[in-house]
């Protein structure tokens, strides 16, 4: 009987120590208070310093307009839009641990991105930057020395997970296609000269109008030569439509517009000013065609089918007659 009761007692002590310390651990985490995080006008960002693998990217700049340093690259506008936005809005919503296992969260000096934020030569924010959850809805992060980690708000890795030739501005032609007069077109020692002219509209043929007194409607754009022969204006649109807004692949850093010569198409197409690009023969391998723009000082690759799209053949370009179809 005696027995009994001690075995009680020794139940009641572990009951309570349990209930302890229960409500201790949740004391403890229910007070903790995440930090709250100051907000920062992203207007005012002047740099950003996005660090990993012993390698820092520079980038500078205000509003709109940044560069990659030190080459002063042009960097692409979305993609800096896209971290001024996280770094300006950066917030916390829970505690994820205070134990320092950094690899777990891809926090450790190998998997980890630093991201520094400036106003002027003032350090703004400072925070590591880990692998997203599993929810793909919060990012792991730590905040300047701050040992903890922490979940932050929507997923964000990819957006500094990258590298200088990703950053770049990938623009390398731009105009108005209103603005657009003629294009002079050479190929293998071939030239093709098209300019745009307005021509009263051809009346539909009884085989193919919808209905039978169906007149001319006013005039029609159309592309032709010196000599009145009318060109594809389909193909010679699609031309001018892609070089218009113009993005390439990436860029050839090792090399520069000297280095190339014959290239084996070329586009000139004028308006209110001069625009030109030069496509040279690929690699027998290679997936993508060298090339120069008047826009551009850097040489760049374009995409296979890209290149191939804009290089139309002559007999493309000029309309056949009936007989010829």
Not at 174 to 185: P, V, Y
């Amino acid at each position: 009987m005696k027995l009994k009761k001690e075995y009680l007692i020794l139940f009641g002590v572990i009951v309570v120590l349990l209930v302890v310390l229960l409500i201790g651990g949740r004391g403890n985490k229910m007070s903790y208070r995440v930090p709250d995080l100051a907000g920062i006008n992203e207007g005012n960002i002047t740099k950003i310093e996005i660090s990993s693998e012993g390698d820092t990217i520079v980038l500078s700049g205000k509003d709109s307009s940044w560069t990659i340093l030190p080459q002063e690259y042009t960097a692409d506008p979305d993609k800096v839009s896209s971290m001024l936005d996280i770094v300006a809005n950066l917030t916390l919503t829970e505690l994820a641990a205070e134990a320092k296992d950094y690899q777990r969260y891809e926090l450790d000096e190998e998997k980890k991105i630093t991201v520094n934020a400036y106003e002027g030569d003032e350090l703004v924010r400072s925070f590591d930057v880990g692998k997203v959850s599993s929810t793909y809805r919060h990012t792991f992060v730590r905040i300047g020395e701050d040992s903890r980690v922490y979940f932050a708000r929507e997923s964000f890795r990819s957006t500094f997970e990258v590298d200088r030739g990703e950053l770049r501005e990938k623009t390398v032609m731009s105009f108005d296609l209103n603005e657009i007069t003629g294009i002079l077109i050479e190929q293998e020692g071939s030239t093709l000269h098209f300019s745009k002219t307005m021509m009263p509209a051809e009346a539909p043929s009884p085989e193919t109008a919808e209905e039978p007194a169906a007149k001319p409607a006013g005039v029609q754009e159309v592309w032709q030569t010196e000599d009145g022969t009318k060109g594809n204006k389909t193909d010679i649109d699609s031309i001018v439509s892609q070089l218009a807004d113009l993005k390439c692949d990436s860029f050839i850093e090792e090399k520069s517009k000297d280095d190339f010569a014959d290239p084996i198409y070329s586009v000139k197409i004028t308006g209110g000013k001069d625009y030109s690009i030069k496509i040279f023969a690929k690699d027998e391998e290679a997936d993508t065609y060298p090339a120069v723009t008047s826009e551009t000082p850097y040489v760049f690759f374009l995409a296979t089918w890209k290149a191939e799209n804009i290089m139309k053949t002559a007999d493309v370009l000029v309309e056949k007659d009936e007989e010829e179809k």
